[in-house]
């Protein structure tokens, strides 16, 4: 079998984020987040299921620590909870909150894995929220004061950062769709809570890099191709409008081309909220761009009668994964190719990929997930391809670690290369975690 080999130093590692994986909601002095009020709140969240517990790994990081060094990752990815740095958003910061995350960070480097450390993966201080959540613009005025607490005391040995994760479903799924904390649905507040989410990233770069010399900083989006179910104009313009909201909306003012007007006229937004100078601290440039990529996007117009939008083209979904989503390796090949094109960046990191599937123990006490295995396989192989193409790509970390809270669906959807049992909290590293092991250690993986 043939060998595709990455090239060296490539970074390879997984990723996790504090709520879906902590636990420990109400120790260490933590405040409540969005997300503890959320799973509390009856109705919100798959089977009632809440972060509460999770993982454990609040208690249980010196083993999942040693877990990813047996695996031989070279980086993990994590994210730091603000309520337990900052219990009430601002002001006051609690140090055993800093301790936490500090004796993480020199037990990863001890390990030899490189931490990337996210500043916000969706935790936001439940006071905040009180006070407007991100649809205010103090919100992006306390994450600055988040941000710069954070580097202070880490940026000596954090060198890599990323301000937020996906700001899209933060916006959008949060406060236009209702589906994610805070659960409100209000397309205005969704757009306000999108720039000032934007704008904390701008202002916050300058201050991570003088507080952490030295290092990269930058932001993650999840990005993902648009296409039209048919030829037909009307489903040609829906994945349009859909690309101009899911990517677009956050990459062009980042590369300092402002909001897209196709998307504002035809929604016919808004956008009071943009101050004098905003555009400028958004476009405050990154030092990377990170690359959250699962699955296409498939636009069906729903602005005609379907009669009358023709042709129908149905695209077979044959294997999804347990999320629904399709297995799409292309789509990560076109988006970083278009991305070079359009959105140059000095580097790329693919921050977030992996799949759901329903992984069970055998008999024998092993996990098998020979999909799963199948699925990075095809994905890695299209991320050589960017990088034969050109693409500065970097690094690439699997979602996730380990099965953990996934959102609104709670525990029903299993990401890990690690298995965990919720009611022991026994983790067994399932097959694809083997494999991928060995794709680090030769660098390369098999071609199909
Ligand atoms: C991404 C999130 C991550 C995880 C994966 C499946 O949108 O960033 O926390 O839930 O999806």
């Not at 260490?28 to 089977?47: L, M, N, V």
């Not at 904390?200 to 999840?222: E, F, T, Y």
């Not at 790329?348 to 008999?363: F, I, R, S, W």
Request: proline share 7%; charged share 20%.
């Amino acid at each position: 079998m043939s060998l595709i080999q990455f090239p060296t130093g490539f970074l390879w590692g997984s990723a996790t984020a504090s709520y879906q994986v902590e636990g420990a909601w109400q120790e260490g002095g933590k405040g409540e987040s969005i997300w503890d009020r959320f799973s509390h709140t009856p109705g919100k969240i798959q089977a009632g299921d809440t972060g509460d517990v999770a993982c454990d790994h609040y208690h249980l990081w010196r083993d999942d620590i040693a877990l990813m060094r047996a695996l031989g990752l070279k980086a993990y990815r994590l994210s730091i909870a603000w309520p337990r740095i900052l219990p009430t958003g601002h002001g006051k910061v609690n140090p055993v909150g800093l301790d936490f995350y500090s004796r993480l960070v020199d037990e990863l480097l001890a390990a030899g894995i490189r931490p990337f450390v996210t500043l916000y993966h969706w935790d936001l201080p439940q006071t905040l929220q009180d006070r407007g959540g991100w649809p205010a613009r103090s919100t992006a005025e306390a994450y600055v004061e988040y941000a710069e607490a954070v580097a202070r005391r880490l940026g000596d040995r954090v060198h890599d950062w990323m301000t937020f994760n996906e700001p899209w479903v933060s916006a959008f799924m949060g406060y236009e769709w209702g589906i994610h904390a805070p659960g409100h649905s209000d397309r205005h507040e969704a757009f306000a809570a999108a720039h000032h989410l934007l704008l904390a990233h701008g202002w916050a770069v300058p201050v991570i890099h003088r507080d952490s010399p030295g290092s990269q900083v930058g932001i993650v989006l999840n990005l993902s191709p648009h296409h039209p179910a048919s030829p037909s104009t009307a489903d040609a313009l829906a994945a349009r409008l859909g690309d101009a909201k899911n990517n677009r909306w956050f990459l062009d003012p980042l590369v300092g081309r402002g909001y897209p007007e196709d998307l504002r006229d035809a929604l016919g937004l808004s956008l009071d909220f943009v101050q004098s100078g905003d555009l400028a601290a958004i476009a405050t440039p990154g030092d990377f761009l990170g690359v959250n990529y699962y699955t296409r996007t498939i636009h069906r117009s729903d602005a005609i009668p379907e009669t009358a939008n023709k042709p129908r083209t149905l695209f077979p979904n044959p294997n999804p994964t347990t999320m629904g989503w399709e297995v799409y390796p292309e789509g990560l090949y076109e988006l970083l190719t278009r991305l070079k094109a359009e959105y140059p960046f000095p580097a790329y990191y693919v921050t977030e990929n992996g799949a759901a599937y329903p992984d069970q123990v055998g008999a024998d006490g092993q996990v098998d997930d020979p999909l799963r295995v199948a699925y990075l396989r095809a994905y890695f192989a299209q991320a050589a391809r960017a990088l034969a193409a050109g693409v500065p790509l970097r690094g690439y970390f699997v979602w996730s670690l380990m099965d953990n809270f996934e959102w609104a669906y709670g525990y029903s959807q299993r990401f890990g290369l690690v298995y965990v049992d919720y009611k022991t909290l026994h983790r067994t590293p399932k097959t694809s975690a083997r494999w991928y092991s060995r794709v680090i250690r030769e660098n390369a993986v098999e071609a199909d």
